[in-house]
């Protein structure tokens, strides 16, 4: 279970990027770029995986509290929301993304903290 966290936390964000670009662009979008250009890519996908973390570390907080159903309702909702805008965010590099995707973790990790308060 802790791997399969650790793999779902880290690719979700870089996946969900692929994915959006994919759908905005179509599948050309992949292939007009020169095979050279596969490892920068690639490079900046794996910048942005951490990204994701803050997000994965409050759903599963939420599920340690025995809130599985609200953790991946949370998860799918926010995780959508955070892909899109990682997008924009992109625009104006990493760090953008990192903290775009921090803020929009907020709300789990306000959920996991009044729901560890109520007990």
Avoid at 24 to 31: E, I, K, L, M
Avoid at 48 to 54: D, E, K, S, T, Y
Avoid at 64 to 91: E, K, M, N, Q
Wanted: aromatic letters at 10%.
């Amino acid at each position: 279970m802790n791997m399969r966290f650790w793999l779902l936390a880290l690719v979700w964000l870089p996946a969900g990027v692929v994915a959006v670009t994919l759908a905005r662009f179509g599948t050309t979008a992949g292939f007009a770029m020169h095979p050279a250009d596969l490892p920068m890519a690639a490079a900046s996908l794996a910048l942005v995986a951490p990204c994701g973390l803050p997000l994965a570390l409050g759903c599963r907080k939420l599920w340690r509290l025995g809130r599985r159903r609200t953790a991946w309702l949370a998860g799918a909702l926010l995780g959508l929301v955070t892909t899109g805008s990682t997008i924009i965010a992109g625009l104006l590099g990493p760090v953008a993304i990192a903290l775009c995707a921090a803020f929009l973790s907020l709300p789990v990790w306000a959920v996991a903290w009044y729901w560890a308060r109520r007990g």
